[in-house]
């Protein structure tokens, strides 16, 4: 038996079935993925916005490779000295204020309902507004500020204290305000709602939410979890609309495919997670914290943000000729390379189909195809990857699958 058969079995009786797989992945360089019966794929789904700039990046595993033999884990009971040179340059390159670090987008989400309940605990404010069709994470906080009622079914009762509103709806989250008695303390929401089906605020929406807070006293939260980390073109999604929050959140491509999250509160805010409110073990490792360092790096000097958008372009003008083609392809929406391609129908049949062709894409929302490759994707890579998504369209337009 070898590794990959002995590991497929152990897969079948020692790991939890949360998921539904397919196949077994087992190496990555780049825009392609590789599989354990050594089929190659082009990856359009980068770990679902994770590995935004490829897999195995040199600079990246040098740096966590450096550090792992240097120091990888100390207690936050101790500084290390990475951490803070990280909080800067996030710092420097969002919303000035204060990070803390943990683990995951989910940990970020629940850093920021905690900040946002702890600053309005004095104001007898304690609701979080969320969106319809959003997502923040699976911990229960986050469950219950999750805008979709599949995610929370069977872990009934939800968190008190969450409501939701129509995204891009500033009449219904007002009327919300006004119904809770001046009990809220912050609105929660994704620049571009990712799980949801790739769809982004409007701009006019997005001023008249950053005025109203203001007037209302109450604090505005953007979960950059997907959005973040260059996906649209910008380091994060809210820098497209001339707006600042009060607080942003961040994991997933932070340390592109290392473990980290974390959230930034504004300095205008003040102290309010002092010592002992909060805490991770993990949170800020100097390991994790070198291969964020290294992430920032090559966004500093590799043109990434430059690459996304121009790719972005390129990708959408093709994708939109598919919709021309293709009658189910019924929209064509998103931000960089941020892109959902809503299908009429049969959008898991495409992304199992694509996979066979070579194409990992993955879904989002009911319908949507989840266009997410590498942000410095060459564009022979993306053509050929657009053009496998063609080969299979023509395949269930002919009803051949
Ligand atoms: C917008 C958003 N927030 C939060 C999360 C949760 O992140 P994690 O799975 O790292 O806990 C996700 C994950 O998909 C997400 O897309």
């Known amino acids: 038996m070898n590794r990959y058969t002995e590991s497929l079995e152990a897969q079948k009786n020692f790991v939890m079935p949360t998921y539904s797989q397919s196949i077994m992945l087992v190496e990555g360089k780049g825009s392609f993925v590789w599989d354990s019966n050594g089929k190659k794929y082009i990856d359009f789904t980068c770990g679902i916005s994770v590995c935004n700039l490829g897999h195995s990046h040199k600079a990246i595993s040098k740096a966590i490779s450096k550090q792992s033999k240097k120091l990888v884990h100390v207690s936050n009971l101790y500084m290390n000295d990475i951490q803070p040179l990280l909080a800067k340059k996030l710092v420097e390159n969002s919303l000035d204020g204060t990070v803390f670090f943990c683990n995951s987008g989910a940990e970020a989400n629940e850093g920021m309902i905690k900040f946002a309940r702890k600053w309005g605990n004095s104001k007898g404010k304690y609701i979080v507004i969320s969106m319809e069709n959003s997502f923040h994470g699976r911990t229960l906080a986050t469950l ?21 509103v129509p995204f891009n709806d500033m009449e219904s989250l007002a009327q919300a305000v006004e119904n809770s008695g001046n009990k809220v303390a912050a609105i ?13 605020a409007e701009i006019e929406y997005m001023k008249k939410l950053r005025t109203y807070c203001d007037e209302k006293e109450i604090l505005l939260m953007f979960d950059e979890v997907q959005s973040g980390m260059g996906r649209t073109g910008k380091l994060f999604a809210y820098q497209n609309y001339d707006i600042e929050p009060d607080l942003i959140s961040m994991a997933k491509a932070l340390g592109n495919g290392y473990p980290i999250g974390a959230f930034i509160a504004s300095r205008k805010l003040g102290e309010i997670l002092t010592s002992g409110t909060h805490a991770s073990t993990f949170g800020g490792t100097p390991l994790a914290c070198s291969a964020a360092m290294a992430t920032l790096e090559i966004f500093k000097h590799d043109k990434v943000l430059e690459n996304c958008l121009k790719m972005g372009e390129y990708a959408k003008k093709q994708l939109n000729k598919l919709k021309v083609r293709f009658p189910i392809v019924k929209d064509v929406r998103g931000v960089g390379l941020m892109i959902g391609v809503e299908l009429a129908e049969k959008a898991q049949d ?52």
């Open 350 to 401: 495409v992304c199992k189909l694509s996979q066979k062709e070579g194409l990992l894409i993955i879904t989002a929302g009911e319908n949507t195809l989840r266009f997410y490759p590498p942000l410095n994707i060459s564009k022979s890579v993306l053509r050929k990857g657009i053009s496998i998504l063609n080969q299979v369209l023509i395949k269930i337009q002919n009803n051949s699958i």
């Open 144 to 164: 219950s500020a999750t805008g979709r009622d599949k995610y929370r079914k069977g872990f009934e009762p939800r968190v008190d204290g969450f409501i939701q």
């Open 188 to 200: 929660i929401l994704e620049p571009v709602q990712g799980e949801g089906g790739i769809i982004p």
